[in-house]
């Protein structure tokens, strides 16, 4: 059976990781209440999504 | 190929999956809206649009077949009296999809269904309007008592209608 011949250096693995990188979320800010939200969702701060409330979001 | 394989399965054995689209869809048309996941609320867009044109054909096989399908009889009644007449004009599509966002402790993607046209007081209309006075015109001749009634309700919620300028 195949066998690494050697431990990889730490260097190695670190090179290999420097490409894992985390992306941005995307986000939009809404038309209604200017907070930022995800496209194509309802915004979680105002409940509105293309002009109309879709969910009710009690004020303070 | 993946030919002719429409649908998901949801991990669930037939007669389960069944089960929870029957709840599912007793209680959307029961509330007109309901929260629940994406991947769900997609798959039952095609099962409530059955439901629908089944409701508009009537009959009483068309009877029978939407109470094979709805969990209670008196949902399966408004099916026949009040959501079907709603579309006289629209084959199908009679449901709405909007993505809420994730749900907190599994983190999956939750949206909103809800029947096309529902009027519940509380709730704006702004964008529904124009597509809600389409409908009353082309049915005004057969039921105009019927066909007000919803219309009115949407002139009520005039505070989210201000905040949407604002």
Known sequence: MALPKRKKSRARRDNRRAHWKATAVTYVTCPNCMEPMLPHHACPSCGQYKGREVVHIEEE | ?166
């Open chain 2, 1 to 166: 190929m993946r030919h002719k394989n429409a649908g998901r399965k949801f991990n669930r054995t037939p007669a389960h999956r069944k089960a929870m689209f029957r709840a599912l869809l007793t209680n959307l048309f029961r509330h007109e809206k309901i929260e629940t996941t994406d991947a769900k609320a997609k798959e039952l867009r095609r099962l409530a649009d059955k439901v629908i044109t089944l409701g508009k054909a009537g009959g009483l096989h068309a009877i029978r077949s939407v109470a094979s399908v709805v969990n209670d009889a008196e949902v399966a009644r408004k099916i026949f009296t009040t959501i079907a007449k709603r579309f006289p004009d629209r084959l199908g599509g009679y449901t709405r999809v909007v993505k809420l966002g994730r749900r907190m402790g599994d983190g999956a993607a939750m949206s909103l269904v809800e029947i096309i046209g529902e009027t519940k007081p509380g709730k704006k209309d702004k964008g529904k309007t124009p597509k809600g006075e389409k409908t009353p015109k082309a049915a005004a001749p057969k039921k105009p008592k019927e066909k007000p009634a919803p219309e009115k309700e949407p002139e009520k919620p005039a505070e989210p209608e201000k905040a949407s300028e604002g």
